[in-house]
């Protein structure tokens, strides 16, 4: 384990853990999609344990193992009847409300960058505005699902805003993160996520925020040619 404060830690596991539940209740089948996830979650665990990710020298990365399974499963999710099913039927004010995890991951990259785990590009004081979306996101719910007072342009707007700053930061993670792929922050690389439990970032937490936003901006999209074409109906009569 890394050796960090324990509060980081603490702070980092909890806000996997809420992630999850939150997804997971957002969903149209609460305790299957738990049960997925926390075995994702435990496996990535035991291998985080074990040291397995420290190993960065083979091609292609160890790390691909992370990110790789939960986008091959979101990918299948747009592409299957059955998947699109399981989208269309999620709840999209608790995936907006999700994203406000965003937040103590933003405090908790940079705590790591001062204990020199994680570089400085990576957080909010260097290239990470990721921030901005967790600070949003209450308002974004709030006004657009509970007042209902946001138009679907706007909540359109917001999520590719959103998205566009994930994968800024996921982008400057992958390319920090040390292997014959790295790029940037050589005097200082991204090495907490080949450590549990920062191992659930890329694996878990990423995947979530990225699937949250794509089946939102799939709903609003769906529901914006719903009403474009009863508009076009309606003017044959």
């Not at 992630?19 to 738990?34: E, K």
């Not at 091609?59 to 986008?71: N, Q």
């Not at 592409?79 to 405090?107: A, Q, W, Y």
Request: charged share 10%.
């Amino acid at each position: 384990m890394l050796p960090v404060p324990a509060y980081i830690i603490i702070t980092f596991v909890l806000t996997t853990l809420l992630t999850v539940i939150i997804f997971a209740i957002a969903s149209s089948n609460a305790r299957i999609t738990l049960f997925i996830l926390t075995g994702w979650v435990v496996l990535q665990a035991i291998a985080g344990f074990s040291g397995f990710y420290l190993t960065t020298d083979t091609l292609p990365p160890r790390f691909v193992l992370l990110v790789f399974p939960p986008l091959l499963l979101i990918s299948l999710l747009f592409v299957t009847p059955g998947g699109k099913r399981f989208i269309d039927k999620m709840d999209p004010g608790l995936l907006t409300l999700l994203h406000s995890c965003r937040i103590p991951v933003e405090l908790v990259l940079f705590w790591l960058s001062l204990q020199k785990a994680v570089p400085g590009l990576m957080t909010f004081e260097g290239r990470n505005f990721d921030i901005v979306s967790g600070l949003t996101a209450p308002a974004v719910y709030y006004f657009g699902y509970v007042k209902k007072l946001m138009s679907s342009k706007i909540l359109i707007v917001w999520h590719l805003a959103c998205l566009v700053l994930l994968f800024n930061i996921v982008i400057h993670a992958i390319l920090s993160a040390p292997s014959p792929l790295q790029q940037f922050a050589f005097e200082q690389p991204n090495i907490a996520v080949l450590y549990f439990p920062f191992v659930w970032l890329p694996c878990c937490v990423v995947p979530l925020v990225l699937l949250s936003h794509l089946a939102v901006l799939r709903q609003l999209k769906t529901a914006n040619k719903s009403v474009q074409k009863t508009g076009k109906s309606g003017n044959n009569y």
